[in-house]
């Protein structure tokens, strides 16, 4: 709805997609539960916590590119003339917005998440002695 709305075209969601879902979420942050964020902890005898400054500064410069490279590409389809397009093939139904459940609810597993992993991090070391 949000490219419906922007007129932004439907060729460029993919981008947007694979920005957030692959790339400074999945390898950058810190904490992050990923596998190759936590297969290295065990030859380099880290955490998954480890090195918070240089994943968080490669975090930004990630989304940096990203969202400029994605805003370069907008600009130029719309200086072309492209827009969402007038094909409604198969595009979502209208959703009801009148009955939605609290926006919290959404974050709370990222949340709960995150904080497992730091605490179990901490506390599992210390429960077998390592």
Known sequence: ELYRQSNI????MPG???LGAFSFTMDSLPGTPQIQNIIPTTFFKTTAWAAPGLGIAG???IIVVGLSFLEWRRRSAMAKGEGYGTSLLNEP???E???LPNPLLAIAPLVLVGVANFVLTRMIP?????
């Open 16 to 18: 947007a997609i694979a």
């Open 97 to 99: 917005t009148d009955k």
């Open 9 to 12: 075209p439907k060729r460029l």
């Open 126 to 130: 210390a429960w077998y002695g390592a």
């Open 59 to 61: 975090s930004l410069f």
């Open 93 to 95: 139904e209208k959703m």
